[in-house]
Nanobody, 127 residues
Framework: QVQLVESGGRLVQAGDSLRLSCAAS????????VAWFRQAPEKEREFVAS????????WYTDSVKGRFTISRDNDNDMVFLQMNSLKPEDAADYYC????????????????????WGQGTQVTVSS
């Protein structure tokens, strides 16, 4: 089965940094775009950041530009989200998703993401 496994979420204080990881389990990311989404309580799931299959192109939602960086290590089937200057509004469950590149990129505002999703990792930001 195809599984994505997120890790790294924890409780931090506003202004802190955190790095989330997404690993491909039982498959490879291969030629797939990978994106991070998040969902806070009583809010809809929202796009955060995405990266194309070879790491050349990245996209971010406006609220995280300049603070978050998405990257990938294709040799190890890993995708990362480096989050700096965290704010209380960043608190959410963070999920990664993948989409085959032939179907196009995962772009800011995308409500759907890819076909496969992980179980999520919780980020809590105290003020």
């Amino acid at each position: 089965q195809v599984q994505l496994v997120e890790s790294g979420g924890r409780l931090v204080q506003a202004g802190d940094s955190l790095r989330l990881s997404c690993a491909a389990s039982g498959h490879t990311f291969g030629r797939s775009a990978v994106a991070w989404f998040r969902q806070a309580p009583e809010k809809e799931r929202e796009f955060v950041a995405s990266i194309n299959w070879n790491g050349i192109s990245t996209w971010y939602t406006d609220s995280v530009k300049g603070r978050f960086t998405i990257s990938r290590d294709n040799d190890n089937d890993m995708v990362f989200l480096q989050m700096n200057s965290l704010k209380p509004e960043d608190a959410a469950d963070y999920y990664c998703t993948q989409k085959r590149s032939e179907y196009g990129p995962i772009l800011p505002g995308d409500p759907a993401g890819g076909l496969y999703w992980g179980q999520g990792t919780q980020v809590t930001v105290s003020s």
